[in-house]
């Protein structure tokens, strides 16, 4: 596939001009007589602005007229070097959730193409990198914490304390950006590279923007042939001093107060927004709620603090007008932000519905918020129910009972407006590591399907031997529900009608605690004990390498792994393809709230934010990038059938990519 770009409409341009300048190396020299052509991209496609030709020190200068929206890159083919592609981000425009920025000089590298490949990874076409926003602008923002575009050296993020040397993303940056300079001089080495980055089924890519591009989508390919052959390069340092499991590129965030983070939800414009179990090293409430930008900065006057947050956990949600709810377990309630972050609830919280120690939380098609009551995991068997605030009021509170309801943890909405509440059933999770951890695996639970009328169906409880400790729900867009039991190491696939579609089954000491489904129906599945992240095949088949069926891991069998991650109890997919993680556990024993949040850059299909109610792919093909996703009016009926333990299948064959209580804070 050649990825040069069309001639193709852009946005119109404004009053801003260049020229750009910059400089085109190539392992560690300037690279002469290289065609350097400056492109935007936006939904409307790409467009070429302007070229010019490198002279002796590798220079250049394009003058341009800036359009108004989308982003900016450049790339550079010498001459001599037919397989060379390099790639560089330019400018980000206005639309994202990350301030738009210009670069006047640009410096055009291996360096900077790995992390432009990599950030834009789901934006780049045959024609090009093109899409629409917030996602295109945010991946393109993204880049500079990869690289400086400047000084083409690595950027801010990824050399700063809470990366750099702490994981090993800087170092495989660097060792992804060896392997593109070994086609500088068109060499043996550079075909091994291009065969290495094949996909199995596919097409020998044919420059080193698109085998870059095939190690995003495709991260199990050849580490460790490709690590042989990086080896052989030095023009970037540090480099890793092992093959890795996968070609992962994760950043981690911190700021103050994001501590033992709880669960993330994504407004429209991308920032993430998280709970915080406990205040830093400590596990006292935390009062805070953080916001970040798409590329992890601090905005909003975050953390925030108000509104009767005491403790957040695992109840997060943007709703359709913007606003955002998230559980204070503490507190007995929910708390209520505008979309600036400003306290909408009272100063205790709102408890309308007999709240007691909330959990999950979901907004549905017509901005009823959704509340799974959990009653803490210390009572008797069958407590607890659902609360419903008729489009977002608390006044008009409704308490949804029967069905099975016992303990509930997690709610989502599939595309009919039914909500699928996860009950977790009675503790579990407390035996962990203690004299009485033999009796893990005895304990079961069930799933709630509740109508839109607020009644449950008639076919709930749905039960399976599969569900011990179920906690995390995620729909597909084929509206099959996928939930994951923390101590039967499962992932369970139930068909829209409620029955078992499917049991697939990690590694024993993964204890997942969360699910997530991409834009490609592939499901993502967040480990607690073993900290790392699973990716299985989901129902659309077709977005799996080939010979892939529905619970293949396409990710390595342990997961995708990096220093960066702890234990983890959410995983959630932006609208620019990038995953991101809570860590909130750093340690097992003593109890120690994680640090930060955790991006994985470019791995999954994006996903429309805030997610109302099922995953579907922003598009350019319609007027907006997002449109109404109620599937249908009747939803399917049938009874569930359950599912023996010993039918569970494992995950499948290695796929490759295209505390005070320890209950009460997650």
Same mark, same amino acid.
């Given at each position: 596939?050649?990825? +040069?770009?069309?001639?193709?409409?852009?946005?119109?341009?404004?009053?801003?001009?260049?020229?750009?300048?910059?400089?085109?190396?190539?392992?560690?020299?300037?690279?002469?007589?290289?065609?350097?052509?400056?492109?935007?991209?936006?939904?409307?496609?790409?467009?070429?602005?302007?070229?010019?030709?490198?002279?002796?020190?590798?220079?250049?200068?394009?003058?341009?007229?800036?359009?108004?929206?989308?982003?900016?890159?450049?790339?550079?083919?010498?001459?001599?070097?037919?397989?060379?592609?390099?790639?560089?981000?330019?400018?980000?425009?206005?639309?994202?959730?990350?301030?738009?920025?210009?670069?006047?000089?640009?410096?055009?590298?291996?360096?900077?193409?790995?992390?432009?490949?990599?950030?834009?990874?789901?934006?780049?076409?045959?024609?090009?990198?093109?899409?629409?926003?917030?996602?295109?602008?945010?991946?393109?923002?993204?880049?500079?914490?990869?690289?400086?575009?400047?000084?083409?050296?690595?950027?801010?993020?990824?050399?700063?304390?809470?990366?750099?040397?702490?994981?090993?993303?800087?170092?495989?940056?660097?060792?992804?950006?060896?392997?593109?300079?070994?086609?500088?001089?068109?060499?043996?080495?550079?075909?091994?590279?291009?065969?290495?980055?094949?996909?199995?089924?596919?097409?020998?890519?044919?420059?080193?923007?698109?085998?870059?591009?095939?190690?995003?989508?495709?991260?199990?390919?050849?580490?460790?042939?490709?690590?042989?052959?990086?080896?052989?390069?030095?023009?970037?340092?540090?480099?890793?001093?092992?093959?890795?499991?996968?070609?992962?590129?994760?950043?981690?965030?911190?700021?103050?107060?994001?501590?033992?983070?709880?669960?993330?939800?994504?407004?429209?414009?991308?920032?993430?927004?998280?709970?915080?179990?406990?205040?830093?090293?400590?596990?006292?409430?935390?009062?805070?709620?953080?916001?970040?930008?798409?590329?992890?900065?601090?905005?909003?006057?975050?953390?925030?603090?108000?509104?009767?947050?005491?403790?957040?956990?695992?109840?997060?949600?943007?709703?359709?007008?913007?606003?955002?709810?998230?559980?204070?377990?503490?507190?007995?309630?929910?708390?209520?932000?505008?979309?600036?972050?400003?306290?909408?609830?009272?100063?205790?919280?709102?408890?309308? +519905?007999?709240?007691?120690?909330?959990?999950?939380?979901?907004?549905?098609?017509?901005?009823?918020?959704?509340?799974?009551?959990?009653?803490?995991?210390?009572?008797?068997?069958?407590?607890?129910?659902?609360?419903?605030?008729?489009?977002?009021?608390?006044?008009?509170?409704?308490?949804?009972?029967?069905?099975?309801?016992?303990?509930?943890?997690?709610?989502?909405?599939?595309?009919?407006?039914?909500?699928?509440?996860?009950?977790?059933?009675?503790?579990?999770?407390?035996?962990?590591?203690?004299?009485?951890?033999?009796?893990?695996?005895?304990?079961?639970?069930?799933?709630?399907?509740?109508?839109?009328?607020?009644?449950?169906?008639?076919?709930?409880?749905?039960?399976?031997?599969?569900?011990?400790?179920?906690?995390?729900?995620?729909?597909?867009?084929?509206?099959?529900?996928?939930?994951?039991?923390?101590?039967?190491?499962?992932?369970?696939?139930?068909?829209?009608?409620?029955?078992?579609?499917?049991?697939?089954?990690?590694?024993?000491?993964?204890?997942?605690?969360?699910?997530?489904?991409?834009?490609?129906?592939?499901?993502?599945?967040?480990?607690?004990?073993?900290?790392?992240?699973?990716?299985?095949?989901?129902?659309?088949?077709?977005?799996?390498?080939?010979?892939?069926?529905?619970?293949?891991?396409?990710?390595?069998?342990?997961?995708?792994?990096?220093?960066?991650?702890?234990?983890?109890?959410?995983?959630?997919?932006?609208?620019?393809?990038?995953?991101?993680?809570?860590?909130?556990?750093?340690?097992?024993?003593?109890?120690?709230?994680?640090?930060?949040?955790?991006?994985?850059?470019?791995?999954?299909?994006?996903?429309?934010?805030?997610?109302?109610?099922?995953?579907?792919?922003?598009?350019?093909?319609?007027?907006?990038?997002?449109?109404?996703?109620?599937?249908?009016?009747?939803?399917?009926?049938?009874?569930?059938?359950?599912?023996?333990?010993?039918?569970?299948?494992?995950?499948?064959?290695?796929?490759?990519?295209?505390?005070?209580?320890?209950?009460?804070?997650?």
């Amino acid at each position: 596939m050649v990825l +040069g770009a069309a001639n193709v409409p852009a946005a119109a341009p404004s009053a801003g001009s260049g020229p750009l300048h910059g400089t085109v190396t190539g392992a560690g020299k300037p690279l002469q007589g290289a065609q350097v052509t400056l492109f935007a991209g936006s939904r409307s496609g790409v467009r070429e602005l302007g070229r010019a030709t490198t002279d002796a020190a590798g220079s250049f200068e394009i003058p341009y007229a800036r359009p108004a929206a989308g982003v900016l890159y450049v790339e550079a083919t010498p001459a001599d070097a037919r397989r060379l592609r390099l790639r560089s981000v330019v400018a980000v425009g206005e639309g994202g959730g990350a301030p738009a920025r210009t670069a006047s000089q640009v410096r055009v590298n291996e360096l900077t193409t790995v992390a432009a490949t990599y950030a834009l990874a789901q934006f780049t076409g045959p024609h090009g990198i093109d899409g629409p926003s917030p996602g295109l602008q945010n991946a393109a923002a993204t880049t500079f914490n990869l690289v400086d575009p400047v000084t083409g050296k690595p950027g801010g993020v990824v050399t700063d304390a809470d990366n750099g040397t702490t994981n090993e993303t800087l170092a495989t940056l660097n060792t992804l950006a060896n392997l593109v300079s070994l086609c500088v001089s068109d060499t043996t080495r550079c075909e091994s590279l291009l065969r290495l980055a094949t996909p199995p089924g596919g097409i020998a890519p044919r420059d080193t923007a698109q085998a870059v591009l095939n190690l995003v989508r495709n991260p199990t390919l050849s580490p460790a042939g490709l690590y042989d052959l990086a080896r052989t390069s030095n023009h970037y340092a540090p480099a890793l001093t092992a093959p890795p499991t996968a070609w992962i590129l994760a950043l981690r965030y911190t700021q103050p107060d994001l501590y033992a983070p709880g669960r993330i939800a994504f407004d429209a414009k991308g920032n993430v927004w998280t709970s915080n179990n406990w205040l830093p090293g400590t596990r006292k409430a935390s009062p805070y709620v953080s916001v970040l930008d798409p590329t992890g900065r601090p905005i909003l006057g975050s953390p925030i603090q108000g509104g009767g947050m005491k403790g957040g956990d695992w109840g997060a949600a943007v709703a359709p007008d913007g606003t955002v709810w998230m559980s204070s377990y503490g507190g007995n309630s929910v708390a209520h932000y505008s979309a600036t972050g400003t306290p909408l609830s009272p100063p205790e919280g709102w408890r309308n +519905g007999g709240l007691v120690h909330p959990q999950g939380i979901a907004v549905d098609q017509r901005g009823n918020v959704w509340i799974a009551n959990n009653y803490g995991l210390e009572t008797a068997p069958g407590l607890g129910d659902v609360v419903v605030y008729p489009h977002g009021d608390p006044s008009k509170a409704i308490k949804v009972t029967g069905g099975g309801l016992n303990h509930p943890f997690a709610v989502q909405i599939d595309g009919f407006g039914r909500a699928w509440v996860s009950n977790a059933g009675l503790g579990g999770a407390q035996l962990v590591n203690t004299p009485l951890a033999p009796l893990i695996g005895k304990f079961g639970g069930s799933v709630t399907v509740i109508g839109p009328d607020f009644k449950p169906t008639a076919n709930s409880p749905i039960e399976s031997g599969s569900f011990k400790w179920p906690l995390g729900i995620a729909i597909d867009s084929k509206n099959n529900a996928w939930l994951n039991s923390y101590l039967s190491n499962a992932v369970t696939q139930l068909a829209p009608n409620g029955s078992v579609a499917g049991v697939y089954k990690l590694p024993e000491t993964t204890l997942p605690w969360s699910v997530a489904v991409d834009g490609s129906d592939r499901v993502w599945v967040a480990g607690f004990l073993t900290p790392g992240v699973w990716t299985l095949c989901g129902a659309t088949t077709s977005a799996c390498p080939p010979g892939s069926t529905t619970g293949t891991i396409l990710s390595p069998p342990q997961g995708f792994k990096n220093k960066a991650i702890q234990h983890l109890t959410a995983v959630q997919i932006d609208q620019s393809g990038n995953v991101w993680l809570a860590n909130n556990w750093s340690h097992i024993l003593p109890p120690t709230g994680g640090t930060g949040l955790v991006e994985l850059i470019g791995l999954a299909t994006p996903v429309c934010t805030p997610l109302t109610p099922v995953p579907t792919r922003p598009s350019s093909a319609t007027p907006t990038p997002c449109t109404n996703r109620i599937t249908a009016a009747d939803p399917p009926t049938g009874e569930q059938t359950g599912t023996d333990p010993s039918t569970v299948q494992p995950g499948g064959t290695l796929g490759s990519l295209t505390p005070e209580r320890r209950p009460t804070v997650h």
